[in-house]
């Protein structure tokens, strides 16, 4: 989903100046809309680059927000800064753990529309109790909420 890139030097100086100029706001969810996306260690293209996203629609949560900079992380707690240009105000989950099955209805005995392997992207569709209704590759169903990430713990029932 990433690659890294190796930074030689630590960037103490920035991050101080980072953290006075940003605006924390409450942790919302969005999704990254382009293929290839530069992640920087600062609000910035002046800041050194962290790693790079290779992979589109996956889900970041935005943590603060610095002019057209948007602090972000990811499913593995990655952090780091993306122009906003690159993430859109939709939403997606990202499968977790294992192969998981993808039930027709919000139930753990309903019958089995797909399997989904992990770290596979899928669009939000609705959240109801521990269930959550997604879309992927054509298929829609229903997977526990504890096998995604990419929805908050106070987020409750309701429709995208």
């Known amino acids: 989903m990433r690659q890294l890139f190796a930074l030689g030097l630590l960037y103490g100086g920035l991050f101080a100046e980072v953290s006075a100029n940003s605006a924390v706001v409450s942790p919302y969810l969005v999704t990254l809309k382009a293929r290839e996306a530069n992640v920087r260690v600062g609000p910035g293209s002046r800041y050194p680059l962290a790693w790079k996203f290779v992979r589109s629609e996956i889900p970041l949560m935005v943590l603060a927000e610095v ?3 948007r602090k972000i992380r990811d499913s593995e707690g990655a952090e780091g800064w993306v122009h ?4 859109a105000n939709r939403r997606t989950i990202l499968v977790v753990g294992q192969t998981r099955s993808l039930m027709k209805k919000p139930k753990a005995d309903a019958s089995i529309v797909a399997h989904i392997e992990p770290d596979v992207c899928a669009r939000l569709l609705e959240i109801y109790g521990d269930w959550v ?3 992927a590759d054509g298929f829609t169903g229903w997977l526990l909420r504890a096998h995604i990430w990419g929805i908050p713990q106070h987020e409750k029932n309701r429709k995208f």
């Open 67 to 69: 002019g057209t900079w």
């Open 84 to 87: 906003q240009n690159m993430i």
């Open 133 to 135: 209704r997604i879309k």
